[in-house]
């Protein structure tokens, strides 16, 4: 029987509508598998204008590559390709700025490997996120947790080659340059209702004050942001350079509109990815490696490299440049 007019364009209809919706879920599927495995590779400028650090920061500068919430993720064996693709950027120092495990993990092993690997390329600092706290606290009671600095991962990651910091810091000379690095997982302000950093009290605060009495250009490791940017401790705090994760870039990036949800800052939150000015503070924000088991899977969110230069306002990398990202 032959098919009228009507019926043969009603069928072309449901063709393309079901191709429509096919391409859709291709199209879904594929970012989420490109979010956890293709690597990406971002290059952000600091330029220091501050005349205090004149004598500190050079123009030349300083480069080195932030890694977050890796999240018990390999990229190859070992993390061969993460490995490799950070020895490429041949930095000066390596942040590993916490998550790198699970807080259920069975062993250290895979940030431990990794490591080993990274510390033959450059100095290794490691701030500890609230994963790697909850796995000691798993792994050796809520005691140890409260100081893991005694702790079994910290005795690992130490041996493997990383100078772990947790409310602690190391004065270094890189590139020339005079830099305090310091690591903290705690909030800068106290619980107090309004979030007021001159009402903090205890080890954190006398950890900060002693932290920011020095002339040398101040960094610090936090693997939240939301320990600097609620209440006024950016306005407070004498730091230069805070350096985040924890939020993977807001989870699900949406286009035109960016990250959509950030733990404590909520949906569509403002500091999950990128290189901010809050109050007195820089704060740079990585979008992280990977993610743990979460409702949401990393979408439209590629594993990030960070490469940031630090440097003085006469240095060529001064020069107007956006932000660079290479495939």
Known sequence: MKETGESGSTKNKTVILLLIILLTLLWFVGEILISYHWMKVNRYPVTVRNLPYTDTVTDAGFKMVVLSDLHDHEFGKDNEQLIRCVKEQDPEMIILDGDMLNEDSKSDEVPVRLVKGL?????????????????????????????????????????????????????????????RIGGMYEYAFALDGDNSAENLTGDVRDFLEEFQNTDRYKIMLCHRPDSFVF?????????????????????????????????????????????????????????????????????????????????????????????????
């Open 119 to 179: 510390a033959e390329i450059a100095p290794v600092y490691y701030a500890l996120g609230n994963h790697e706290l909850d796995y000691i606290g798993t792994a050796e009671g809520k005691k140890m947790q409260k100081h893991p600095e005694n702790s079994e991962l910290v005795k690992d990651l130490t041996d493997a080659g990383a100078c772990v910091l947790e409310e602690g810091y190391r004065d270094v000379e890189i590139g020339g340059c005079k830099v």
């Open 231 to 327: 209440g006024d401790a950016s306005d407070y705090w004498k730091i230069d350079l805070v350096i985040s994760g924890h939020d993977h870039g807001g989870q699900v990036v949406i286009p035109f509109k960016g990250g959509l949800y950030g733990g404590d800052q909520g949906w569509f939150p403002p500091y999950v990815h990128g290189l901010y000015r809050t109050g007195r503070i820089r704060l740079f924000v990585t979008s992280g490696l990977s993610s743990e088991k979460q409702m949401l899977p990393r979408w439209n969110n590629r594993p990030e490299i960070a490469v940031l230069k630090v440097h003085g306002s006469d240095g060529e990398s001064s020069k107007k440049m956006d932000r660079k990202t290479e495939n």
